[in-house]
């Protein structure tokens, strides 16, 4: 590693080492972010970090912590959790070539024991589609993996294969020869190039080189002291080096304070909200340049398709690759280059995320539309259905949760999520449902909406999406028979509006039953019984999908799983004993 960091870092790469962020600097990923301690050792010798800083390590009060995050300013994306970094990587290349129009070059450090990982080999899928020229990937193959030895050791013309089937330009070089390492990086036209490193582990250091059981583990003493005086016998010269600066040639991009036109529909007119979703991203592109959408093949159900229609240039096409869509769109978010709106089924979202969980600890700010949530897709049957969206979602410590249940509020999630940082996630149904709210309305984060009240309310109902239409025309029901019922709409579920819920909680007898097209785990009702914990006497009552569903008509599955207008009003009688 230490000589393809120094032929990176003081040779190949052009950046400011006093301005880590700068938009024109060539990009670095340290994918095996295990490999962290070289990284602080470059940008020591760079200059940005002072050497005594290196004595940090993985202290509390330090920046320099066991696996590289955001926090040290010459980060972008956090490694550790592997296969990840050339995705993000593929982000950065593609906005660097197709929206910056810019010259900086992107380049990332893989270890061989995470070429296993399926994720890379969509990255790599996704370089060679898009011809990312201004990509580099290093493959260190120093033939260890952890806890033995990795599939392939040290078979490079394998590598070499694989990587050249996969469209790239390969070459297999000595990753312990500076000339090797410096003739390689040479420019690709409409290919990504993979510089095929053959090292050793420990290289130098003959206690412990290409030796088993060393991952992770510091040395001892006495070998240290070896080790660092064969070093200092190999030294030729004490230059200082310094790197390349820049083409400044990256645009000045602009992302805050986004406006987008009003919605136009009417109440009471029938659209599901993932169209309404592809509407305003339109509307969101319109607004800003700088607006991209992606999508995983499946544009034409997600309404993402709306936008490629209208921004055909700001859309990429990630195909059935999900996990790599999710490192995309956080690599071409890095840098504030993009607003990155990335869309699949909701349920598809659950193979990528160790990618979202990574994200979030990337500090970065993408927003993720899942669609086809619940049992009312009807008969694409349980494998489309996303059940356990709500629970991952809101498991991610930096996510905002939206779960708008008409046109107009989706329209409004849209805009929040451009304007707000961190994991935003937005939940769209299939179904088309009327428009409730006004143009007009006023969205917040946070801010529950309530959409029927009177002053002898016995309960509250509180759903979203499909469930709180099935909520209202239950209250209709219900009124017939005189029983009154307050219907909440939380808009989001993460922040959840504790104050709204709980107080109308409190006038209606600190009665609630929730209602959600969710697993029972997670979801709604969970949420709900956290916001009101602290108050007394309140009883949360749930409606959710209990099981694992069947394919069927969108109503037959509301009412099999009795989340449906029916359930609603058996359920309010059965609590208010007025069965």
């Given amino acids: 590693m230490a000589e393809i960091m120094s032929v990176l870092f003081f040779h190949v790469m052009k950046y400011k080492p006093e301005d880590p962020r700068n938009p024109s600097n060539d990009r670095f990923v340290l994918s095996k972010g295990h490999a962290a301690p070289v990284l602080y050792a470059a940008w020591a010798e760079a200059g940005f970090l002072k050497e005594n800083e290196l004595l940090t390590l993985r202290k509390l009060d330090s920046i320099l912590e066991g696996h590289p995050v955001p926090k040290q300013p010459f980060v972008d994306v956090a490694t550790g959790s592997l296969g990840q970094g050339l995705g993000a990587a593929?982000?950065?290349?593609?906005?660097?070539?197709?929206?910056?129009?810019?010259?900086?070059?992107?380049?990332?450090?893989?270890?061989?024991?995470?070429?296993?990982?399926?994720?890379?080999?969509?990255?790599?899928?996704?370089?060679?589609?898009?011809?990312?020229?201004?990509?580099?990937?290093?493959?260190?193959?120093?033939?260890?993996?952890?806890?033995?030895?990795?599939?392939?050791?040290?078979?490079?013309?394998?590598?070499?294969?694989?990587?050249?089937?996969?469209?790239?330009?390969?070459?297999?070089?000595?990753?312990?020869?500076?000339?090797?390492?410096?003739?390689?990086?040479?420019?690709?036209?409409?290919?990504?190039?993979?510089?095929?490193?053959?090292?050793?582990?420990?290289?130098?250091?003959?206690?412990i080189s290409d030796k088993e059981s060393w991952h992770g583990k510091p040395l001892s003493k006495d070998i240290a002291e070896k080790a660092i005086k064969n070093l200092e016998n190999e030294i030729q010269s004490n230059k200082k080096l310094k790197p390349q600066y820049p083409v400044e040639d990256a645009p000045s991009v602009d992302i805050c304070n986004i406006t987008m036109d009003p919605p136009t529909y009417k109440c009471g007119d029938k659209i599901a909200t993932r169209k309404a979703y592809g509407t305003a991203l339109v509307k969101l592109g319109n607004a800003n340049a700088r607006v991209i959408a992606m999508d995983g093949d499946t544009k034409n159900s997600t309404f993402s398709e709306l936008f490629k229609k209208s921004h055909p240039k700001r859309y990429i096409e990630c195909f059935i690759a999900e996990q790599n869509m999710v490192s995309v769109a956080v690599g071409c978010a890095t840098r504030n280059r993009t607003i990155a709106f990335a869309s699949t089924f909701a349920t598809f979202f659950s193979r990528a995320y160790d990618?979202?969980?990574?994200?979030?600890?990337?500090?970065?700010?993408?927003?993720?539309?899942?669609?086809?949530?619940?049992?009312?897709?009807?008969?694409?049957?349980?494998?489309?259905?996303?059940?356990?969206?709500?629970?991952?979602?809101?498991?991610?410590?930096?996510?905002?949760?939206?779960?708008?249940?008409?046109?107009?509020?989706?329209?409004?999630?849209?805009?929040?999520?451009a304007q707000t940082k961190g994991i935003c996630f937005i939940r769209t149904s299939r179904p088309e449902n009327e428009v409730l709210y006004e143009n007009n309305e006023h969205f917040q984060i946070g801010q529950a909406k309530v959409v029927l009240k009177n002053k002898n309310d016995e309960i509250t109902l509180i759903g979203a999406g499909v469930t709180l239409h099935e909520a209202l025309a239950a209250a209709k029901a219900l009124q017939k028979e005189q029983i009154n019922v307050r219907v909440i709409d939380p808009f989001t579920i993460k922040p959840l509006d504790a104050k709204t819920i709980r107080n109308n909680a409190i006038e209606t007898g600190k009665n609630i039953l929730t209602v959600e097209d969710h697993y029972y785990e997670g979801g709604i009702g969970e949420a709900v019984m956290a916001a009101v914990s602290d108050e007394p006497g309140i009883a949360v009552h749930r409606l959710a999908v209990s099981c694992v569903p069947r394919s069927g008509k969108p109503v037959e599955l509301l009412k099999l799983f009795k989340i449906d207008k029916d359930a609603i009003v058996d359920t309010v009688k059965r609590i208010l004993n007025r069965v």
């Fill in 90 to 207: 593929c982000g950065m290349a593609y906005t660097g070539k197709y929206f910056d129009k810019a010259s900086y070059r992107v380049y990332c450090v893989l270890g061989d024991g995470e070429v296993s990982e399926g994720s890379v080999w969509e990255a790599m899928a996704f370089a060679s589609y898009y011809k990312l020229d201004n990509l580099v990937a290093i493959l260190d193959i120093n033939r260890l993996g952890q806890s033995e030895p990795t599939p392939l050791q040290h078979k490079m013309e394998v590598y070499k294969s694989r990587c050249e089937a996969f469209g790239w330009n390969a070459i297999v070089v000595d990753g312990h020869s500076v000339e090797e390492l410096c003739k390689a990086f040479y420019p690709c036209k409409k290919k990504p190039l993979a510089v095929i490193a053959k090292t050793f582990k420990g290289h130098g250091i003959l206690d």
């Fill in 355 to 417: 990618q979202i969980r990574m994200a979030a600890i990337s500090e970065s700010n993408i927003n993720l539309c899942g669609s086809h949530c619940g049992v009312s897709i009807g008969e694409d049957g349980p494998s489309q259905m996303g059940l356990e969206d709500l629970a991952m979602f809101r498991a991610i410590p930096t996510a905002t949760v939206f779960y708008p249940s008409d046109a107009v509020s989706t329209e409004n999630a849209v805009r929040l999520a």
